[in-house]
């Protein structure tokens, strides 16, 4: 790629030295439901980051102005949740970025972000799927969160889409009192107005929130790399401006970015730039508080 002294990469936003932000790489991928080669994707996604600048057009604003912390990649982070927590629970950062990886990390990242606030946090998930299954796989992160101590009343669940999830899993996020708005309603009411009601009900408590982008939660087309996408999922657009949004709230502590495999990308990576992009609408949302 041609170098421009005038024309900063994103990826040069990641660094050694402290900042308040901190990016960790957690590639799980042994308990995924489906075979999937998801520990790759957090490389593919940092390498994704040479493609974008740092300059947010839309609010005029230079992300180098803040840029984040290296806190390295987990181990083997399948059998080692606790590395994860602790690793998290140690840095300490206003907001953890964590890179996926399935989507079972949630529950260790989240524990991680919520540290020994959980009896008051909340959790706002972009995602087609419930994620209330028995076992431990990436399709029961939310199920073990709650039965970790996390309030379901300050869960909420956006883009929960047709024919993606069964009538059992549905009647269980109701009985819990799990917030749920829809593919559909998110439709009728807008993508802002979707986050504002997920903001109000997470952040009750007025605890840690951490939001799980699940990028399966996007139709299709724009997400290849995302085995469990159905037709119909939100826009590429609409998850970004979500991503801005909440992380511009100032209890919002992380965000995961999960269910991508990148070795089942396009051609044109779009899946993965997707995902590189999202890593600087947090950081954006962020910068903006």
Same mark, same amino acid.
């Given at each position: 790629?041609?170098?421009?002294?005038?024309?900063?990469?994103?990826?040069?936003?990641?660094?050694?030295?402290?900042?308040?932000?901190?990016?960790?790489?957690?590639?799980?991928?042994?308990?995924?439901?489906?075979?999937?080669?998801?520990?790759?994707?957090?490389?593919?996604?940092?390498?994704?980051?040479?493609?974008?600048?740092?300059?947010?057009?839309?609010?005029?604003?230079?992300?180098?102005?803040?840029?984040?912390?290296?806190?390295?990649?987990?181990?083997?982070?399948?059998?080692?949740?606790?590395?994860?927590?602790?690793?998290?629970?140690?840095?300490?950062?206003?907001?953890?970025?964590?890179?996926?990886?399935?989507?079972?990390?949630?529950?260790?990242?989240?524990?991680?972000?919520?540290?020994?606030?959980?009896?008051?946090?909340?959790?706002?998930?972009?995602?087609?799927?419930?994620?209330?299954?028995?076992?431990?796989?990436?399709?029961?992160?939310?199920?073990?969160?709650?039965?970790?101590?996390?309030?379901?009343?300050?869960?909420?669940?956006?883009?929960?889409?047709?024919?993606?999830?069964?009538?059992?899993?549905?009647?269980?996020?109701?009985?819990?009192?799990?917030?749920?708005?829809?593919?559909?309603?998110?439709? =009728?009411?807008?993508?802002?107005?979707? #986050?504002?009601?997920?903001?109000?009900?997470?952040?009750?408590?007025?605890?840690?929130?951490?939001?799980?982008?699940?990028?399966?939660? #996007?139709?299709?087309?724009?997400?290849?790399? #995302?085995?469990?996408?159905?037709?119909?999922?939100?826009?590429?657009?609409?998850?970004?401006?979500?991503?801005?949004?909440?992380?511009?709230?100032?209890?919002?502590?992380?965000?995961?970015?999960?269910?991508?495999?990148?070795?089942?990308?396009?051609?044109?990576?779009?899946?993965?730039?997707?995902?590189?992009?999202?890593?600087? =609408?947090?950081?954006?949302?962020?910068?903006?508080?």
């Amino acid at each position: 790629m041609a170098e421009d002294a005038k024309w900063p990469r994103a990826a040069s936003l990641i660094s050694s030295d402290h900042s308040p932000i901190g990016l960790i790489d957690v590639p799980a991928s042994k308990t995924s439901i489906s075979p999937t080669n998801a520990h790759l994707t957090p490389k593919a996604i940092r390498e994704a980051l040479l493609r974008y600048s740092t300059y947010s057009y839309s609010t005029g604003n230079d992300l180098a102005k803040i840029a984040f912390e290296d806190l390295g990649e987990i181990t083997d982070p399948d059998s080692n949740e606790t590395n994860t927590i602790d690793a998290i629970r140690a840095a300490n950062k206003k907001l953890t970025i964590a890179l996926g990886g399935d989507n079972s990390i949630t529950y260790a990242v989240g524990l991680g972000v919520f540290g020994d606030q959980l009896a008051t946090a909340g959790l706002i998930t972009l995602d087609a799927h419930h994620d209330l299954r028995d076992g431990i796989s990436n399709g029961s992160p939310v199920r073990r969160l709650i039965q970790a101590g996390l309030d379901p009343k300050r869960i909420v669940q956006i883009g929960i889409n047709d024919f993606s999830n069964s009538a059992s899993y549905a009647q269980l996020a109701s009985d819990l009192g799990i917030t749920v708005i829809s593919r559909e309603m998110v439709a =009728e009411i807008g993508i802002k107005e979707a #986050c504002n009601i997920a903001l109000s009900v997470a952040g009750s408590a007025e605890g840690p929130i951490h939001v799980d982008l699940d990028v399966d939660v #996007c139709d299709r087309s724009v997400v290849p790399a #995302c085995p469990a996408a159905a037709p119909g999922g939100l826009s590429a657009f609409e998850l970004r401006q979500a991503t801005r949004i909440l992380l511009s709230h100032e209890l919002v502590r992380g965000v995961d970015i999960t269910e991508i495999d990148a070795s089942k990308d396009s051609e044109d990576g779009r899946t993965v730039r997707l995902a590189a992009l999202l890593v600087l =609408e947090s950081v954006a949302g962020f910068q903006s508080r």
